[in-house]
């Protein structure tokens, strides 16, 4: 318009209905795909690196980008979707499950957790022989440390007698050293 009806550049940005900052602007070079290429090889060098750890390492290298344009690149490529990996354990031997043939053969161990009406928590220690299904022993407290199911334990062996094996599912009160 400005060529072939002689208007100014302001009367012509008018008439179209721009501003005149929208025609002389000039888009900037794009660094994202260079701040990607560098976000890429520090997590393939440094796996367990977050974002607040690779950062400094880039300006170390001479990178002079900022931490929200370096931020927003690092989300956009997904690199804060990282997840933990799974904690592994060793593999178990799978053994068939026994069954009992006579008294103190297996006992079984385990907790249950109930509150109370105004909100407190107890917790229910159950010893049960599985031969007969006799339910040895039966505690109750709001708390049951490691220390007072093996003082229940021996309680039970002084009139019982031990078993040949115990059945218990890995809850911190079997793992814990005391028993």
Not at 82 to 102: D, G, V, W
Request: glycine share 6%; charged share 30%; net charge positive.
């Amino acid at each position: 318009m400005t060529e072939k009806h002689c208007l100014s550049i302001s009367k012509a940005c008018f008439l179209i209905g721009i501003s005149r900052s929208s025609y002389y602007y000039v888009k900037k070079p794009n660094y994202d795909e260079k701040i990607k290429i560098e976000l890429n090889r520090l997590a393939e060098k440094y796996p367990r690196y977050g974002f607040g750890k690779m950062l400094p390492i880039l300006k170390r290298e001479g990178f002079t980008w900022g931490s929200r344009r370096v931020c927003r690149v690092y989300r956009k490529i997904g690199l804060n979707l990282r997840s933990k990996r799974k904690k592994r354990f060793p593999k178990r031997i799978s053994e068939k499950l026994n069954t009992a043939t006579q008294t103190n053969d297996f006992w079984a161990m385990d907790f249950m957790s109930d509150s109370l009406t105004n909100g407190r928590v107890f917790r229910i220690l159950n010893v049960i022989d599985e031969y007969n299904r006799e339910c040895l022993s039966i505690s109750i407290d709001r708390s049951l440390p490691g220390q007072r199911v093996v003082r229940e334990l021996n309680k039970i062996c002084k009139w019982r007698g031990y078993p040949r094996k115990i059945r218990l599912d890995n809850g911190p009160e079997f793992i814990s050293k005391k028993l």
